[in-house]
């Protein structure tokens, strides 16, 4: 049963574990006369439902309708099977005017209503008033409320070594065997290396560098190297971006369960640019092998070469890497598979992408997260850092904001339906604000739309004298005694 990681939203999920299904089709096409074959292969598999976790399966014409509908899209193939979003979606919600003006009369009178409390009210001055009939749902209520920004207010009063025995054991009972893709760029590997010869920084300081590597596996190309002073998550997406830029966007990646590997940022960044990420099990580099071995040319040949520098610095590490993957390791004859990894790479077959622009690139390295608006001030919190959300979104409670932790000069506003970008955050200025300039606030719907005022909402609410007089058509007396607190000469005897 095949597994998948969890997404920031259910229709994110879907689209992850649809891609995951077809994905090895589009990474791997099948022989000519074998696709049929291969999708009932699938439609025999069972999967873990993105919401309730249950095993599942789909049908075949189910699956060959994702097929196909992933395969004619070029750049986004996860994005083409998102589940539709409703075509009246975001739209103002079906109540009557009579209704509309009744609940902002209420909604201006008591603020401090639940929802709930609203509706029920509703519904009571609807058994007096036909006017108001149908009324609406309480579901539907809400979301009229929540879209204008009618939100409860507070009332106002005067006050691991489990793991290694494990893998060891798979190791036991499981044969070990090499493999290949059959494809170019259908499967890459990326991990890290630390370097046997340390670096002298800026600071006077002595560091070991950390050599990040991203290797094809069916050609062995380098498609790109380059050190590092730390294994983070920023550094990964920094190099990852550079290897797409060179060589395209491949169909999967392989890398170990590092934190810097394994970040969010990098998950979900690999799966909006349409790349399944595999990870190796704990404790089982093996399944990484090819990456593996090739650390052996770099410190045999490359920093072998460097031996005899006396102040090696990261830069010059850097620039000798450079020559040696291009002018070396990638256009010599690589013993395992009998040819230069670039010709065998340029002769493929392939099934290589066009990698999208650097902004695209810097965007899909994010995480998704969401954050709750502080209603005084229209701000979010992100890292302790207050951010301003425009006034035209200040009807939204939830904001679902994408960031890299490591970049926060970059927060996008998202759309939470559907992942488009709504707009760029900026830090809050407090100095700028102390100005005491500020922007007319922008209207949550159209200005035809509002009611004209209405009369101040009744003393005693609808539902209170509908209780009422249904106890008085009982005509049973109250249900306590009455007590004077003082008589009428006030000495409370």
């Known amino acids: 049963m095949a597994e998948l990681p969890r997404g920031p939203r259910v229709h994110e999920r879907w689209a992850r574990l649809r891609f995951a299904v077809v994905g090895q089709l589009l ?39 994702w097929y196909y509908r992933a395969l004619k899209e070029r750049t986004d193939p996860v994005g083409v099977l998102r589940r539709k979003v409703r075509a009246n979606a975001g739209q103002q919600h079906t109540i009557s005017d009579a209704v509309r003006r009744i609940i902002l009369a209420q909604y201006a009178a008591h603020k401090s209503w639940s929802v709930q409390l609203h509706h029920d009210n509703l519904v009571a001055l609807a058994e007096t008033n036909p006017e108001l009939r149908p009324v609406p749902s309480y579901a539907t209520l809400r979301r009229f409320m929540r879209a204008n920004g009618l939100d409860k207010r507070r009332r106002l009063t005067p006050r691991t070594t489990e793991g290694a ?9 499981r044969e070990v065997r090499s493999y290949e893709a059959e494809y170019v760029n259908s499967l890459w590997h990326w991990d890290c290396h630390h370097g046997s ?23 062995r190309l380098a498609c790109h190297l380059q050190w590092y002073l730390a294994e983070s998550a920023e550094n990964i997406a920094h190099g990852l971006s550079q290897a797409f830029q060179k060589r395209g966007l491949p169909r999967a990646a392989l890398s170990d369960n590092g934190a810097a590997m394994t970040a969010a940022e990098i998950g979900q960044g690999l799966a909006r640019l349409g790349i ?15 990456q593996e071995a090739f650390w052996g040319p770099v410190e ?16 010059l590490l850097n620039d000798a890497t450079q020559a040696w993957v291009e002018q070396d390791y990638n256009g010599k004859l690589h013993s395992e598979i009998g040819m230069a990894p670039i010709s065998r790479f340029l002769a493929g077959p392939g099934v290589t992408r066009d990698c999208p622009d650097s902004t695209t690139l810097r965007l899909a390295f994010t995480r998704t997260d969401h954050r709750m608006q502080r209603k005084s001030d229209g701000t979010i919190v992100i890292d302790g850092h207050r951010f301003e959300v425009p006034n035209r979104y ?36 407090k100095t700028q604000n102390a100005s005491g300039l500020r922007r007319t606030l922008e209207p949550l719907t159209s200005p035809s739309s509002e009611p004209a005022p209405q009369a101040p909402a009744p003393a005693i609410p609808p539902l209170l004298a509908r209780m009422l007089d249904k106890q008085a058509a009982t005509g049973l007396p109250p249900a306590y005694l009455p007590k004077d607190e003082a008589n009428d000469d006030g000495d409370g005897t």
């Open 165 to 173: 025995e494990r893998a060891e054991a798979r190791i036991v009972d």
């Open 394 to 429: 200040r009807h939204l409670a939830r904001i679902e904001v994408r960031y890299a932790g490591w970049d926060l000069g970059l927060v996008y506003l998202v759309d939470e339906r559907t992942g488009n970008v709504l707009a760029r955050l900026y830090p809050q200025d």
């Open 300 to 315: 045999g040949r490359l920093i072998a070469m460097l031996e005899h520098v006396p102040d090696l610095t990261l830069a």
């Open 197 to 219: 010869r340390k670096v002298l920084t800026s600071r006077g300081e002595w560091v070991t560098p950390i050599l990040l590597g991203v290797l094809d596996d069916r050609s």
């Open 276 to 290: 399944i990420h595999y990870t190796t099990l704990p404790y089982s580099p093996y399944q990484n092998a090819k």
């Open 27 to 65: 990474a791997a096409p099948p022989p000519k006369g074998e696709l049929r074959a291969a999708i009932q292969a699938l439609a025999e598999r069972s999967w873990l439902h993105p919401t309730t976790a249950e095993p599942v399966r789909f049908a075949f014409s189910t699956i060959e309708h």
